[in-house]
C-alpha cells in the first residue's frame, strides 16, 4: 500500500512548522517529539504506520479555525483523528503532515430532552452521549462495537453503524448538525435543531466523508426514548443456507427486530471460549434476534419469530431470560474480534451484500479459504446484509499480510459482483482505497473527487484516503 | 407559451440530450410527472426534459426490504406494487397536488428531488434517509452512480444524500433505489380536542418523549393527533400506555379505524386544509418546542396568520398568511432564522417567489461552497437555471426582531 511521496521541503520545515503553531496554540496542545508521536502513529489497523510531523490537540473550534488557517496557507497536510480506532486506516499519519487529534474536545454542550437531541463537542466518545441522557431515559442509537472508544468526529467521518441500525439506521441518519472547519479555516454551520433544512445537503455528504472535507468539531445528534425493554434470542442451525432461509422469512413477514445478527461455526467457538455465552457449539450458524417493546410485546415479537425459525428446524433455542443471560449474549457477539485475536491474527472485512446472496457469498468464501490456506470466520449483520469475514493467519510468517489482503480483496470483489459494496460501516480508508475502481466507474469517482476540489481544493486534509493515488493524480492533472 | 417537449426513452438517450444542450447553452427545465413544479423558485428554460419514460421496476426483494426502480415510474405504481407485499415506503412522501392544483402523477424522481418526507419523518427519517442508491446524469452528460442497492454502505462520499432534495440542480435522476418497511397490522391514533398550540405541543413532546415509538405527531385544527402502528397486540398496549400518559393533558380518544386514521394524516401530510383557501403558504422547520413560540411571534409582528398545522411535533410549521407581501416574508424569514430555524415559500405566485427567494437564505459560506458544487456537476447551467436562486431583492434578514 503506497501513500502519497512526502514533501521534502516539507519535512525540511518541521522546526518552523511547529514553531509556527506553538505561537497559535497552548504549549501542551502541540506535539512534536518523535518518541511522543509514536502515539499516534497508526490507528486500529496497525498494519500501516507512519510517525507524523506533528501532533496537536486544540480544545476549540476556534482553536481548530486558527491552526488550521496556518497550516493551509504553509501547506501542510492534516490528517484529522477521533481516538483511532478506525480499523481502515481512516486517520492514518503522512509523514510531512500534522495529526490534528479532536481528544480534547470533549464537551458535552447542550441536552435538550424535550426536542430529542443533544450538541457535543466532537471528542466525546459515543457511549458518553448515552451516558450524558440516561438518567433521563434516552440514548443515542448507532452503536459501533467499539463504543467505549470511538469519538463522535470519528463516527461523523465514516457514518459509523452498529448491531442496531437494523431499525435505527446509522449515524447520517441520527446526526442532526455539525460545526465545520474547512482547511482554509472556516467555520461552518451545517444543519441543527431545525430538521431538512433547504439548499445542498452538505450534512448529508460530509457525514462519511473520511475527514476529507473538514473537521468537525461539533455535532447536534438525535437521542431516543429508551424502549421499555429488550430481549434476544438465539438459534442455531445446521446450515447457513438455512440460517439465511429464516432470516428472509422473518423480513417478509413484516417482524423488523431491533437487531438480526450471523455467526457461523468458527465465530461461534471463538466467541463461546472466549464469553461463555451459553453458545450452541454444535451448530454451523447462528443468529441472535432482538426485538424491543414492554415484556407482553416482546412476548407476542418473540412468538412469531420462533413459529417462523420452527420452520427451519432449528437445532437450538434459547430465549433469554434475565438481564444477566442477554448481557452474556451480547457480550459474546460484541467481543467477537477480542476473541478471535486470542486465537490468531485477523483481518476484519466488511462488504455488504444483497441478504439473498449470503449462501453462495459464504460457499465462495469456503472454497477461497480452502485455495488460500487461511481459515476464515464470519459475522454478519444478516437484517441488512454487513459482512464481517475475519481472516486468520500469523502475522510473522513471511509475506502472510501479502496473502491476507489479496484474500481480502477477493471477498470483497466478490461483495460488488452479487451487488453489493466494500464497506458497510468502517469506511474505506486505506485499506480499500486500491479497490475503489472495483465498485465505481471513473466518472463515479470523479464526481466524488469534485466534491473534495469544492472543499479542499488544494487537497491537503486526510491526503492518501479513499481515492487510489493514481487516479487523484489524473483527476487533479486533468482540473489543472 | 410552451416550452419543446423531449422524453427520452433511455438513460443513454438522455445523457446525449444533456450533452447536446451543454455545448449549446440550451436550459432545460426537468419534469417528472409535473405535479410539484410550483415548489422552488420559478425556472427560465429553453425545453422542458421529461423523465416519465425512464419508468420500471428494475429490482424488488421483499426479503430485503430493497427496491430499485427508474426515476420517472409513477409513484402510485411503487405503492401498489409494494402494498402487494405488504411493505411501503417508510417515509410518507408528500403528494404535492392539492398544494399547486396539479394533475398527472407524482414520480420517484420528483420525490427524490425535493426530499418530500411526510409525517412518519421523525419515526423513519425523510426520502434521503431510507435513499440507498441513485443513477444520475451530470451537466456534462456523463452518467453517474452512487450508493447501490444495499442499505449499509460507506464506500466512497453520499452523493445520494447531496442529490435529494438537490432539486435537479447538480444532474437528472434516472433510477433510484430505496430501504423499504413493512405495512403495520395496526394503526392507532389518539386525539386529544380543544387544546391551544401550546398545549398541544406540550403533549406532543410528552409522546414523543416516551418509550411507545410515536410514528405521527401533529396539531391540526384544535385537534392534537398522535399515531402508533405495529403488530395489534404492540399498538393496544401503547396506546392504553399512551393514553394514560397524555391524561393529565387532555382524555385521549382512541381513533381505530385505520382508513379514517389515514385519511387525517394524508391531509396532513399534504397539507389539504391550507390548500383549499387562497394566500401565500409557508413551510417553516424549527425546534420542535419552538413552534407555537414562532406563531405567536408572528402575530406581534402583524403577519395574518389565516391557518397553521404543526406537524414533527411541532417542529414543522406549515402557515397560510392573508397576502403575500414583502414585509409577511421578512417577519417569517427573520423569526426563523433568530430561532436556528428556516422558512420556504411554499406556494406563492412567481414574481413572489422570485422576489423572496423560495428557499431560506444560506450563510455566505455554505452558499458558497453550494455554488462551488452547481459549479463542477453543471459548469454549463443546464438545469433548472433559477429553482434554488436566492431572493433577487435583498429583503433585510437580522436577528433583531
Given at each position: 500500500?503506497?501513500?502519497?511521496?512526502?514533501?521534502?521541503?516539507?519535512?525540511?520545515?518541521?522546526?518552523?512548522?511547529?514553531?509556527?503553531?506553538?505561537?497559535?496554540?497552548?504549549?501542551?496542545?502541540?506535539?512534536?517529539?518523535?518518541?511522543?508521536?509514536?502515539?499516534?502513529?497508526?490507528?486500529?489497523?496497525?498494519?500501516?504506520?507512519?510517525?507524523?510531523?506533528?501532533?496537536?490537540?486544540?480544545?476549540s473550534t476556534d482553536?481548530v479555525a486558527?491552526?488550521?488557517?496556518?497550516?493551509?496557507?504553509?501547506?501542510?497536510?492534516?490528517?484529522?483523528?477521533?481516538?483511532?480506532?478506525?480499523?481502515?486506516?481512516?486517520?492514518?499519519?503522512?509523514?510531512?503532515?500534522?495529526?490534528?487529534?479532536?481528544?480534547?474536545l470533549?464537551?458535552?454542550l447542550?441536552?435538550?430532552?424535550?426536542?430529542?437531541?443533544?450538541r457535543v463537542q466532537s471528542?466525546?466518545?459515543?457511549?458518553?452521549?448515552?451516558?450524558?441522557?440516561?438518567?433521563?431515559?434516552?440514548?443515542?442509537?448507532?452503536?459501533?462495537?467499539?463504543?467505549?472508544?470511538?469519538?463522535?468526529a470519528?463516527?461523523v467521518?465514516?457514518?459509523?453503524?452498529?448491531?442496531?441500525?437494523?431499525?435505527?439506521?446509522?449515524?447520517?441518519?441520527?446526526?442532526?448538525g455539525v460545526t465545520l472547519v474547512t482547511?482554509?479555516?472556516?467555520v461552518i454551520t451545517l444543519g441543527g435543531?431545525?430538521?431538512?433544512?433547504?439548499?445542498?445537503?452538505?450534512l448529508?455528504?460530509v457525514?462519511?466523508?473520511?475527514?476529507?472535507?473538514g473537521v468537525v468539531t461539533e455535532a447536534t445528534?438525535?437521542?431516543?426514548?429508551?424502549?421499555?425493554?429488550?430481549?434476544?434470542?438465539?438459534?442455531?442451525?445446521?446450515?447457513?443456507?438455512?440460517?439465511?432461509?429464516?432470516?428472509?422469512?422473518?423480513?417478509?413477514?413484516?417482524?423488523?427486530?431491533?437487531?438480526?445478527?450471523?455467526?457461523?461455526?468458527?465465530?461461534?467457538?471463538?466467541?463461546?471460549?472466549?464469553?461463555?455465552?451459553?453458545?450452541?457449539?454444535?451448530?454451523?450458524?447462528?443468529?441472535?434476534?432482538?426485538?424491543?417493546?414492554?415484556?407482553?410485546?416482546?412476548?407476542?415479537?418473540?412468538?412469531?419469530?420462533?413459529?417462523?425459525?420452527?420452520?427451519?428446524?432449528?437445532?437450538?433455542?434459547?430465549?433469554?431470560?434475565?438481564?444477566?443471560?442477554?448481557?452474556?449474549?451480547?457480550?459474546?457477539?460484541?467481543?467477537?474480534?477480542?476473541?478471535?485475536?486470542?486465537?490468531?491474527?485477523?483481518?476484519?472485512?466488511?462488504?455488504?451484500?444483497?441478504?439473498?446472496?449470503?449462501?453462495?457469498?459464504?460457499?465462495?468464501?469456503?472454497?477461497?479459504?480452502?485455495?488460500?490456506?487461511?481459515?476464515?470466520?464470519?459475522?454478519?449483520?444478516?437484517?441488512?446484509?454487513?459482512?464481517?469475514?475475519?481472516?486468520?493467519?500469523?502475522?510473522?510468517?513471511?509475506?502472510?499480510?501479502?496473502?491476507?489482503?489479496?484474500?481480502?480483496?477477493?471477498?470483497?470483489?466478490?461483495?460488488?459482483?452479487?451487488?453489493?459494496?466494500?464497506?458497510?460501516?468502517?469506511?474505506?480508508?486505506?485499506?480499500?482505497?486500491?479497490?475503489?475502481?472495483?465498485?465505481?466507474?471513473?466518472?463515479?469517482?470523479?464526481?466524488?473527487?469534485?466534491?473534495?476540489?469544492?472543499?479542499?481544493?488544494?487537497?491537503?486534509?486526510?491526503?492518501?484516503?479513499?481515492?487510489?493515488?493514481?487516479?487523484?493524480?489524473?483527476?487533479?492533472?486533468?482540473?489543472? | 407559451?410552451?416550452?419543446?417537449?423531449?422524453?427520452?426513452?433511455?438513460?443513454?438517450?438522455?445523457?446525449?440530450?444533456?450533452?447536446?444542450?451543454?455545448?449549446?447553452?440550451?436550459?432545460?427545465?426537468?419534469?417528472?410527472?409535473?405535479?410539484?413544479?410550483?415548489?422552488?423558485?420559478?425556472?427560465?428554460?429553453?425545453?422542458?426534459?421529461?423523465?416519465?419514460?425512464?419508468?420500471?421496476?428494475?429490482?424488488?426483494?421483499?426479503?430485503?426490504?430493497?427496491?430499485?426502480?427508474?426515476?420517472?415510474?409513477?409513484?402510485?405504481?411503487?405503492?401498489?406494487?409494494?402494498?402487494?407485499?405488504?411493505?411501503?415506503?417508510?417515509?410518507?412522501?408528500?403528494?404535492?397536488?392539492?398544494?399547486?392544483?396539479?394533475?398527472?402523477?407524482?414520480?420517484?424522481?420528483?420525490?427524490?428531488?425535493?426530499?418530500?418526507?411526510?409525517?412518519?419523518?421523525?419515526?423513519?427519517?425523510?426520502?434521503?434517509?431510507?435513499?440507498?442508491?441513485?443513477?444520475?446524469?451530470?451537466?456534462?452528460?456523463?452518467?453517474?452512480?452512487?450508493?447501490?442497492?444495499?442499505?449499509?454502505?460507506?464506500?466512497?462520499?453520499?452523493?445520494?444524500?447531496?442529490?435529494?432534495?438537490?432539486?435537479?440542480?447538480?444532474?437528472?435522476?434516472?433510477?433510484?433505489?430505496?430501504?423499504?418497511?413493512?405495512?403495520?397490522?395496526?394503526?392507532?391514533?389518539?386525539?386529544?380536542?380543544?387544546?391551544?398550540?401550546?398545549?398541544?405541543?406540550?403533549?406532543?413532546?410528552?409522546?414523543?418523549?416516551?418509550?411507545?415509538?410515536?410514528?405521527?405527531?401533529?396539531?391540526?385544527?384544535?385537534?392534537?393527533?398522535?399515531?402508533?402502528?405495529?403488530?395489534?397486540?404492540?399498538?393496544?398496549?401503547?396506546?392504553?400506555?399512551?393514553?394514560?400518559?397524555?391524561?393529565?393533558?387532555?382524555?385521549?380518544?382512541?381513533?381505530?379505524?385505520?382508513?379514517?386514521?389515514?385519511?387525517?394524516?394524508?391531509?396532513?401530510?399534504?397539507?389539504?386544509?391550507?390548500?383549499?383557501?387562497?394566500?401565500?403558504?409557508?413551510?417553516?422547520?424549527?425546534?420542535?418546542?419552538?413552534?407555537?413560540?414562532?406563531?405567536?411571534?408572528?402575530?406581534?409582528?402583524?403577519?395574518?396568520?389565516?391557518?397553521?398545522?404543526?406537524?414533527?411535533?411541532?417542529?414543522?410549521?406549515?402557515?397560510?398568511?392573508?397576502?403575500?407581501?414583502?414585509?409577511?416574508?421578512?417577519?417569517?424569514?427573520?423569526?426563523?432564522?433568530?430561532?436556528?430555524?428556516?422558512?420556504?415559500?411554499?406556494?406563492?405566485?412567481?414574481?413572489?417567489?422570485?422576489?423572496?427567494?423560495?428557499?431560506?437564505?444560506?450563510?455566505?459560506?455554505?452558499?458558497?461552497?453550494?455554488?462551488?458544487?452547481?459549479?463542477?456537476?453543471?459548469?454549463?447551467?443546464?438545469?433548472?437555471?433559477?429553482?434554488?436562486?436566492?431572493?433577487?431583492?435583498?429583503?433585510?434578514?437580522?436577528?433583531?426582531?
Open positions: 500500500m503506497d501513500m502519497p511521496e512526502p514533501s521534502a521541503r516539507l519535512m525540511a520545515r518541521k522546526d518552523r512548522i511547529v514553531a509556527g503553531l506553538r505561537t497559535i496554540l497552548p504549549a501542551d496542545a502541540v506535539i512534536d517529539d518523535p518518541i511522543e508521536t509514536r502515539a499516534y502513529e497508526c490507528d486500529a489497523l496497525t498494519a500501516y504506520r507512519c510517525p507524523p510531523l506533528a501532533v496537536i490537540l486544540p480544545r482553536e486558527a491552526a488550521l488557517r496556518f497550516l493551509h496557507d504553509e501547506g501542510v497536510p492534516v490528517v484529522p483523528r477521533g481516538s483511532g480506532t478506525s480499523l481502515a486506516g481512516g486517520a492514518l499519519p503522512v509523514a510531512d503532515g500534522v495529526v490534528l487529534s479532536v481528544a480534547r470533549n464537551q458535552v447542550e441536552i435538550d430532552l424535550p426536542n430529542r437531541l443533544v471528542g466525546v466518545t459515543n457511549l458518553s452521549v448515552t451516558g450524558a441522557v440516561e438518567g433521563e431515559g434516552f440514548f443515542y442509537a448507532p452503536d459501533p462495537s467499539s463504543q467505549l472508544a470511538c469519538a463522535i470519528g463516527n467521518a465514516m457514518n459509523s453503524g452498529g448491531a442496531h441500525c437494523l431499525k435505527y439506521g446509522v449515524t447520517t441518519n441520527n446526526l442532526m482547511m482554509s479555516g472556516q435543531p431545525a430538521l431538512d433544512a433547504p439548499g445542498l445537503d452538505l448529508g455528504v457525514c462519511g466523508s473520511e475527514g476529507m472535507l445528534l438525535r437521542v431516543l426514548a429508551r424502549p421499555e425493554g429488550a430481549r434476544p434470542i438465539l438459534f442455531g442451525f445446521e446450515s447457513s443456507e438455512v440460517a439465511g432461509a429464516c432470516v428472509a422469512d422473518i423480513i417478509r413477514e413484516g417482524v423488523i427486530p431491533v437487531a438480526l445478527e450471523f455467526m457461523d461455526g468458527p465465530a461461534i467457538r471463538a466467541c463461546e471460549a472466549f464469553a461463555r455465552a451459553g453458545y450452541p457449539l454444535n451448530a454451523t450458524a447462528l443468529l441472535i434476534v432482538e426485538v424491543e417493546g414492554s415484556a407482553a410485546e416482546i412476548d407476542d415479537q418473540l412468538a412469531r419469530i420462533k413459529a417462523i425459525a420452527a420452520r427451519h428446524n432449528p437445532i437450538a433455542q434459547r430465549e433469554s431470560a434475565s438481564e444477566a443471560e442477554s448481557k452474556a449474549i451480547w457480550l459474546g457477539r460484541k467481543s467477537a474480534f477480542g476473541a478471535m485475536g486470542q486465537i490468531a491474527d485477523y483481518i476484519c472485512l466488511d462488504g455488504t451484500i444483497p441478504i439473498g446472496a449470503l449462501p453462495e457469498v459464504l460457499r465462495r468464501i469456503g472454497e477461497m479459504s480452502a485455495r488460500y490456506g487461511l481459515d476464515v470466520a464470519n459475522i454478519f449483520h444478516a437484517g441488512d446484509g454487513n459482512m464481517h469475514p475475519l481472516i486468520l493467519f500469523d502475522a510473522n510468517a513471511p509475506g502472510s499480510l501479502e496473502k491476507v489482503e489479496a484474500f481480502g480483496a477477493e471477498i470483497l470483489t466478490l461483495c460488488v459482483e452479487v451487488g453489493g459494496c466494500l464497506s458497510g460501516e468502517h469506511g474505506v480508508g486505506v485499506e480499500k482505497r486500491d479497490l475503489m475502481g472495483v465498485q465505481f466507474t471513473p466518472a463515479d469517482m470523479a464526481a466524488q473527487m469534485a466534491v473534495k476540489d469544492v472543499f479542499d481544493p488544494a487537497w491537503l486534509l486526510n491526503p492518501g484516503k479513499v481515492f487510489p493515488l493514481d487516479a487523484v493524480a489524473a483527476h487533479r492533472r486533468a482540473a489543472a | 407559451m410552451s416550452l419543446p417537449r423531449l422524453r427520452p426513452a433511455t438513460e443513454a438517450e438522455l445523457a446525449e440530450i444533456v450533452a447536446t444542450a451543454a455545448a449549446r447553452g440550451q436550459r432545460l427545465c426537468i419534469a417528472g410527472g409535473g405535479t410539484r413544479a410550483g415548489l422552488g423558485s420559478p425556472v427560465t428554460a429553453d425545453a422542458v426534459l421529461e423523465t416519465g419514460a425512464l419508468n420500471g421496476i428494475k429490482l424488488y426483494e421483499p426479503a430485503a426490504l430493497t427496491l430499485v426502480a427508474g426515476a420517472g415510474t409513477r409513484l402510485s405504481e411503487i405503492a401498489q406494487t409494494l402494498a402487494a407485499e405488504g411493505q411501503r415506503l417508510p417515509f410518507e412522501p408528500m403528494d404535492h397536488r392539492s398544494l399547486y392544483g396539479t394533475e398527472g402523477e407524482p414520480t420517484l424522481g420528483g420525490m427524490v428531488a425535493t426530499n418530500a418526507s411526510g409525517p412518519r419523518r421523525i419515526q423513519a427519517g425523510a426520502c434521503r434517509d431510507s435513499l440507498i442508491g441513485l443513477r444520475f446524469v451530470d451537466g456534462r452528460g456523463r452518467v453517474i452512480a452512487n450508493g447501490g442497492r444495499v442499505m449499509k454502505n460507506v464506500t466512497g462520499y453520499d452523493l445520494v444524500k447531496l442529490m435529494a432534495g438537490s432539486h435537479g440542480t447538480l444532474g437528472v435522476l434516472t433510477e433510484v433505489a430505496f430501504k423499504l418497511l413493512p405495512l403495520p397490522e395496526t394503526t392507532v391514533t389518539l386525539i386529544l380536542h380543544g387544546l391551544n398550540e401550546v398545549a398541544g405541543v406540550a403533549a406532543l413532546t410528552a409522546a414523543l418523549g416516551s418509550p411507545y415509538d410515536v410514528s405521527g405527531a401533529a396539531y391540526a385544527g384544535a385537534r392534537t393527533l398522535v399515531r402508533i402502528e405495529g403488530f395489534a397486540a404492540s399498538v393496544a398496549h401503547r396506546a392504553s400506555a399512551l393514553a394514560a400518559l397524555l391524561r393529565p393533558h387532555a382524555a385521549a380518544e382512541v381513533l381505530n379505524d385505520t382508513s379514517e386514521a389515514a385519511e387525517i394524516w394524508s391531509a396532513i401530510a399534504d397539507l389539504r386544509s391550507l390548500a383549499a383557501r387562497p394566500g401565500p403558504i409557508w413551510r417553516v422547520s424549527l425546534r420542535p418546542s419552538d413552534g407555537p413560540r414562532f406563531l405567536s411571534a408572528l402575530r406581534r409582528h402583524g403577519v395574518e396568520v389565516t391557518e397553521a398545522v404543526l406537524d414533527w411535533g411541532g417542529g414543522l410549521v406549515s402557515l397560510r398568511v392573508s397576502a403575500g407581501s414583502e414585509a409577511d416574508g421578512a417577519a417569517i424569514r427573520t423569526e426563523a432564522t433568530a430561532m436556528s430555524g428556516h422558512a420556504t415559500l411554499l406556494r406563492a405566485p412567481d414574481d413572489l417567489r422570485a422576489q423572496l427567494g423560495a428557499f431560506h437564505p444560506e450563510p455566505a459560506p455554505v452558499a458558497a461552497l453550494s455554488a462551488g458544487l452547481r459549479a463542477r456537476f453543471d459548469p454549463c447551467g443546464v438545469f433548472n437555471p433559477g429553482r434554488m436562486a436566492p431572493a433577487r431583492l435583498t429583503v433585510p434578514i437580522t436577528a433583531e426582531v
